[in-house]
C-alpha cells in the first residue's frame, strides 16, 4: 500500500510556495502539486506527476497561469529513454529517464531514491528532461548527484548542474528537505 503525505515548501528563488501530495510505493512515486510564485512574474502551477517502477519518470503533466497567459505540458516518457511533449518527439532529451520541473524541489527524489544516494556512498551523473517554470519549455540538463552522508533520518546530497552546487537534505523517504537557496520544506505529514 503506497505511503501518503503532503509536504509544502516555501520556495525562495521564485518567492512563493509549493505543495504536493506525494503516494510512495514500491518503487513508484505519484504526485499532484501547485505551486505559486511571484518571480519572473506571478504565476500559478498545477501538475501531476508519476513515474514507473524504479522511480523512472513516466509522464508529467502541468498546467502554468500567469496574468497574460496560461500554457499546458503533457510531457511523456516511453520508459526507454524517448519523450514527446503534447504528442511531438523531444529528440534532445533523448536517453533521459527523469524529468525536472523546474523550482520543484519534488523532481529531486526521483534519482535520489532510485539509487539510495540519502542512505549510501555513490555519485550518479543524469541527463533530465528539465522543464522552466512558468514557460514550461522543455530543455536537456545535465545533473550530478553525490551522497555527503548520512543524518538521523535521511541524508545530505549535493546537486551539481553546470556551474550550480548545492547541498540538499533529504528525509529517509528520499523527499527534500532543505535545498539551500531554492526550497526549504515548512509541513509533512
Not at 522543455?138 to 553525490?146: A, G
Amino acid at each position: 500500500m503506497p505511503a501518503s503525505r503532503a509536504i509544502t515548501w516555501e520556495v525562495m528563488e521564485s518567492r512563493g510556495y509549493e505543495t504536493s501530495w506525494v503516494e510512495l510505493g514500491d518503487g513508484t512515486l505519484r504526485a499532484r502539486g501547485r505551486a505559486v510564485g511571484t518571480t519572473p512574474e506571478p504565476y500559478w502551477i498545477t501538475y501531476e506527476l508519476e513515474t514507473n517502477d524504479s522511480f523512472v519518470t513516466r509522464r508529467l503533466l502541468v498546467t502554468a497561469e500567469t496574468e497574460s497567459v496560461r500554457r499546458s505540458l503533457d510531457l511523456v516518457h516511453d520508459g526507454r529513454g524517448r519523450w514527446t511533449a503534447d504528442g511531438e518527439a523531444l529528440p534532445g532529451v533523448e536517453g533521459a529517464i527523469d524529468c525536472d520541473l523546474g523550482l520543484c524541489p519534488l523532481t529531486n527524489t526521483m534519482p535520489v531514491l532510485r539509487h539510495g544516494l540519502h542512505r549510501g556512498p555513490g555519485e550518479r551523473e543524469f541527463l533530465m528532461a528539465w522543464v522552466s517554470v512558468p514557460g514550461l519549455v522543455v530543455r536537456p540538463s545535465r545533473q550530478v548527484y553525490t551522497h555527503l552522508g548520512r543524518t538521523d533520518g535521511g541524508g545530505h546530497v549535493r546537486y551539481a548542474s553546470g556551474d550550480f552546487r548545492s547541498d540538499l537534505e533529504f528525509d529517509a523517504d528520499g523527499c527534500v528537505v532543505d535545498y539551500p537557496g531554492l526550497a526549504r520544506r515548512l509541513t509533512s505529514r
